[in-house]
């Protein structure tokens, strides 16, 4: 692999995608930096990728118009001069009952989650066949691409399309010496959750075996593994960081309650 490795993390302003950004930094990797609104939080996580030595390209790109959003993917790509990894970071979620959900807002959630993975994913693997040395994507999908989110069914759904995606990708890429995969968080300490990282260690989450959130950079350290040396026999995967949610069940929530009497 080229010495001025590169990797593209779409949403890096904040949460999951900076950790991931500042943790391929670590790892040696010039660092694309997209933000949709927040300009300031993508400025300071490219201050932190320039800290750690590392050349750090900013661009916006709005997934809700997918194509519009992989043109801005293509010069991005263009200032880096290459690309060596793709974090498909970047999602949203409408809330919404299966019989109350309006169409539109399925097609938003949708055509950011599943089209804008889709375009970004099909930019980057062409770029990295043409430039013949392998590369990674990284799909961050969420512990529902496995098991149903209640009260929102877009995002069920377009999570569970993109674990498929992730596969039909490792599948069609494996040729090329791309590796696909997915990493598959569950409660974690974000803005968007109105948590930092040291609510992930301080902040109770009883529901969840672990009993609390997780920290963005446990996310991180998954998506730095699978674009290190070590990760070249694993593709089509989906690795679940969720402190034990998918293992929870009745008997444990019993368990609980049983407990805290």
């Avoid at 060596?84 to 009952?97: Q, R, S, W």
């Amino acid at each position: 692999m080229a010495s001025n490795k590169t990797a593209v993390v779409t949403a890096s302003d904040s949460g999951i995608g900076k950790a991931c950004a500042i943790m391929l930094a670590q790892q040696g990797y010039d660092i694309g930096i997209t933000w949709r609104s927040d300009e300031k939080g993508a400025q300071g996580t490219a201050e932190e990728v320039r800290k750690l030595g590392r050349q750090a390209q900013l661009i916006q790109l709005d997934l809700s118009d997918p194509q519009q959003g992989g043109q801005a993917l293509e010069k991005l790509i263009a200032q880096l001069g290459r690309i060596d990894v793709l974090v498909n970071n970047a999602g949203t979620n409408i809330e919404g009952e299966f019989l109350d959900i309006a169409f539109d807002n399925w097609r938003k959630v949708f055509t950011v989650d599943v089209d804008g993975a889709f375009v970004c994913g099909q930019i980057a693997a062409r770029q990295m066949v043409k430039q013949g040395e392998g590369g990674r994507i990284i799909n961050i999908t969420s512990v529902h691409e496995h098991t149903p989110l209640p009260g929102s069914v877009t995002y069920t759904a377009a999570k569970h399309a993109l674990g498929g995606l992730t596969k039909s990708m490792a599948l069609s890429l494996l040729p090329h010496k791309i590796l696909v995969n997915a990493v598959a968080p569950g409660a974690i300490a974000t803005p968007m959750n109105d948590m930092d990282n040291e609510d992930a260690h301080n902040v109770s989450l009883p529901h969840i075996p672990a009993g609390r959130p997780g920290d963005t950079r446990e996310i991180a350290s998954m998506v730095a593994w699978l674009c290190s040396e070590w990760s070249t026999y694993t593709t089509g995967q989906s690795f679940v960081i969720d402190g034990g949610f998918m293992l929870a069940n009745p008997q444990f929530a019993a368990a609980q309650q049983q407990n805290d009497r």
